[in-house]
């Protein structure tokens, strides 16, 4: 059942973010997941940050991204004012930055209070050298093909974090060929001498490396996924 406030496909990947590698803390809401960057772990508050996490690790368009990041102080701050802290730092492949903020809603510039805000998040971002952005639920809801998917892809990952994988990154890589696509479940025939979960964990250091595409925006992680060289 989806508590209040939550969509129900909100709460089925919650659901299925549980039953594979996340920690959810439920009284605090505190999500702890795994970066593919040596396995760090990242806590993050609420279902929103958490989704966050994963609509950012499957854009393709991203190289590389910051969760845990310190409040930032600005000349437009009041002394009511709290501290601001975004709750992502991303560079695209382009090398732009952008500074997120994750909520329910967009801030509103015909509010005042928003509009102070928004200025305030906008020369903060300026300061580390990117431009303001916010993701909404309704972003992350249109993104939900990406965001379970990428749950799924992540906890391919975490069964092996700590395994060496490079040779089997570079025999995945070699079986993917340059000028058409391959389907996961060819390529774990082609590579059936080795591990199923070495592969698949292979797969997504890949993926999240961008060195690999996938159609994982449109269809479901399966032995259907089609893969191709970026």
């Not at 505190?30 to 508050?45: E, N, S, T």
């Not at 102070?116 to 639920?137: M, S």
Request: charged share 25%; with cysteine; proline share 3%.
């Amino acid at each position: 059942m989806a508590t209040q406030g939550t969509s129900p496909a909100r709460a089925q990947r919650r659901r299925a973010a549980g039953n594979l590698s996340d920690n959810r803390d439920v009284r605090s809401g505190i999500w702890i997941v795994h970066a593919m960057d040596g396995g760090r772990r990242i806590p993050l508050l609420g279902d929103l940050r958490h989704e966050h996490f994963y609509f950012t690790e499957g854009d393709p368009r991203i190289d590389f991204a910051e969760y845990e990041l310190d409040p930032t102080i600005t000349t437009l701050d009041a002394v009511s004012d709290k501290p601001l802290r975004f709750d992502g730092v991303v560079v695209t492949l382009d090398g732009s930055r952008h500074c997120r903020r994750v909520a329910e809603r967009s801030l509103d510039h015909a509010n005042g209070r928003d509009a102070h805000l928004i200025e305030r998040y906008t020369v903060a971002a300026r300061r580390l050298g990117g431009t303001f952005e916010e993701v909404t639920a309704v972003q992350l809801d249109a993104a939900s093909v990406r965001v379970s998917n990428w749950i799924r892809v992540m906890g391919a990952y975490v069964r092996c974090r700590g395994r060496s994988l490079g040779v089997i990154e570079v025999l995945v890589a070699a079986h993917v060929p340059g000028a058409s696509t391959v389907t996961l479940g060819d390529l774990l025939n082609r590579l059936s001498d080795q591990p199923p979960a070495f592969v698949l964990a292979s797969v997504a250091k890949l993926l999240r490396r961008r060195a690999l595409c996938s159609d994982l925006d449109e269809r479901a992680w399966s032995r259907h996924t089609l893969l191709w060289r970026a």
